[in-house]
């Protein structure tokens, strides 16, 4: 079965910024679902369109549509050797069918407080980022996205990250959950570590 690492946290979290990091360190490849559903919002099709009925309003799409990309994607070659699941599972019904396909073998929490994420979000320019649309994206993720970290908790894969300070502080966090020494990787590079390090 694949493995693969799944980054949580509420939008605007970093877990994108985080993701372009921890890739570049595991070489793996990250599969956004955020970054798939925006791209395809830039097509003209029926698909795009009713999909941005529910990326506008700050919902969530529905989980078929959601896990089909989720899988189509993961059948690709660079998925080999696993990859970092960024916005995907988003509730339980994805989590559970994410468990049929794969083996997660870490979840990185990305923790920030609501009052962090409007600061962070009001600054950025994304056709999502309008204060009523977070607010409707902080909501979904409370009611069914953070049940996520009981359910993972439970499965003793749950790490849990401070998500407030610099970028490259909560890198080194992240790095330590995953048990990688930035200063030697190789040291840490058990056979327990199923991830191709960079330098290794
Ligand atoms: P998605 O694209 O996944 O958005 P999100 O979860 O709302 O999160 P963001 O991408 O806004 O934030 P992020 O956590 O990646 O943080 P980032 O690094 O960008 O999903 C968008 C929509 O698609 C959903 O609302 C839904 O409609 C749909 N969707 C996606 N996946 C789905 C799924 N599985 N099921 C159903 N629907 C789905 O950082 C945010 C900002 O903060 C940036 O400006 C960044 O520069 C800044 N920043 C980052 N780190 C720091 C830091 N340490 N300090 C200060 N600022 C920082
Ligand atoms: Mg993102």
Redesign the pocket.
Known sequence: MKHGII?L????????????LIIKELNIPPI???????HTLEQKTALAQE?KG??????????E??DRI?AERLVHKDCKSGFLL??????LV?AKFVNTIIEVTHVID?K?PDK??I???A??K?A??KPE?IK??LN??HRL?EPLIKYYKRQGILHEVD?????K??HRRIMKELKVDLRSPKKEYGFRFLYPLRNC
């Not at 946290?9 to 372009?20: D, F, I, L």
């Not at 960024?86 to 509730?91: I, K």
Request: glycine residues 14%.
């Open positions: 980054l946290g509420p939008p605007g979290s970093g877990k994108g910024t985080q993701a372009e956004s679902t955020g970054n798939i559903l925006r999909l529910y990326i506008e309003k700050g919902k969530l799409v529905p989980d549509l959601i989720v960024d916005g995907f599972p988003r509730d994805q990305l920030v962090f994420i600061q962070r979000l600054i950025r994304r999502d980022d649309v409707n994206r979904v993720y996205t998500g407030v300070g610099t970028v502080d909560i």
